[in-house]
């Protein structure tokens, strides 16, 4: 692997007010979720003995209220990746790169702000971050990738689970290039998008061995998470005199998912962000590559004409610094301020001079 658990670890560590705000975000979305749902299932219960059935009306409230809530989670994902998961990626970023960041709360707004400069609008994020998405995919489809990535004996019988947990490995590698937007400061996001898919295409066999592996232990332990909160709600669950096993899977898995998005996913972003910089120090995009990914998508093409478009549109905005070879590459101090020698002072005046001439009075 091209990171370290202790490297992740340390990155999370300087951005712990980041991680206890997204605790709040996730936990009191998981809250609500369990009481919306429990809510679905006293209705449906409550229908249900008029029916006959208070287990079958509960079953049936708590699962339709579960999947509200599920769809509206949906609506509200592209606001939670904006002010959620871009922030806490740029408060990351600053800490890769060891500058100093702000106390408490002030993560948290500085790491907003940060994604506003760099894609300006909510649209243009949630728009890159799915266009990048899908990129990705296009060209994970074109290139025969299972066998070597994961080689295990009768791979071909299952290729469709291995094939489904590298497209949702693929997650860590968009929020990586969405870091490198934000570790360049750039000013046109969608040609540095496309640089940094670019990056990624001449390299996917490394990235995809790490994101893979983050994958798997990212799923491992949430579901030994649902196990552990399984166990007592359940329990409770059997002990109310209604009957309400699925209520208690709901809830379970409520909890669960708010740990993953909330703490372990956290974890597998700052892996791949410390392993950008070693998959492609030194390296530049290449233009085979970039025929190969144009091949893969069209939208990777069209990425180019919004590319000019933003440039059309933003003129007036310095030029785009240009970008380090690596993400988390140390910074060059800046230059020392050139020595200054005072001036020697002034040769004293002769007397009289700098006086007008005493002229002759006039008739």
């Known amino acids: 692997m091209d990171f370290t658990y202790k490297e992740a670890l340390a990155l999370l560590k300087k951005t712990t007010p980041f991680l206890l705000f997204r605790i709040l975000v996730y936990g009191g979305i998981a809250v609500a979720w369990i009481i919306i749902t429990g809510i679905g299932a006293g209705i449906g219960a409550a229908i249900g003995v008029i029916g006959g059935s208070a287990s079958g009306g509960a079953f049936v409230g708590g699962l339709i209220a579960f999947a509200a809530c599920g769809g509206v989670l949906r609506v509200l994902r592209r606001y939670l990746l904006y002010l959620v998961k871009g922030a806490h990626i740029a408060v990351l970023v600053e800490a890769i790169d060891g500058r100093p960041l702000p106390a408490g709360k002030g993560q948290v707004a500085f790491g907003q702000q940060a994604v506003k400069e760099r894609f300006v609008e909510m649209s243009v994020f949630a728009g890159i971050d799915a266009i990048i998405s899908a990129v990705l995919k296009a060209f994970t489809r074109l290139v025969d990738f299972v066998a070597g990535i994961l080689p295990i004996p009768g791979l071909r019988a299952v290729a469709g689970i291995g094939s489904a947990i590298v497209t949702n490995s693929l997650t860590y590698v968009d929020e990586a ?154 910074q060059a101090p800046p230059a020392p301020p050139a020595p200054t020698t005072p001036a020697p002072p002034a040769p004293p005046a002769p007397p009289g001079a700098g006086t007008p001439p005493n002229t002759p009075p006039t008739a």
């Open 177 to 330: 290039i969405i870091a490198h937007n934000l570790r360049v400061r750039s000013t046109n996001p969608w040609e540095t998008s496309r640089q940094g898919l670019i990056l990624y295409a001449q390299n996917y066999p490394r990235f995809l061995k790490n994101s893979v592996k983050l994958t798997l232990g990212v799923w491992g332990l949430t579901v030994l998470i649902f196990l552990v909160y399984l166990a007592p709600i359940a329990l409770f669950i059997w002990i109310l005199p209604v009957q309400g096993n699925l209520v208690a899977l709901l809830i379970a898995f409520s909890l669960a998912w708010a740990t993953k998005v909330a703490l372990l996913e956290p974890f597998a972003v700052a892996a791949i962000l410390v392993a950008w910089p070693k998959i492609i120090a030194g390296q530049v995009p290449n233009p085979e590559w970039e025929a190969k990914l144009s091949q893969a998508s069209k939208k990777f093409g069209d990425m180019a004409g919004k590319a000019r478009e933003w440039a059309t549109k933003n003129r007036s905005q310095p030029p785009q610094q240009p970008a380090s070879p690596a993400l988390g590459s140390p």
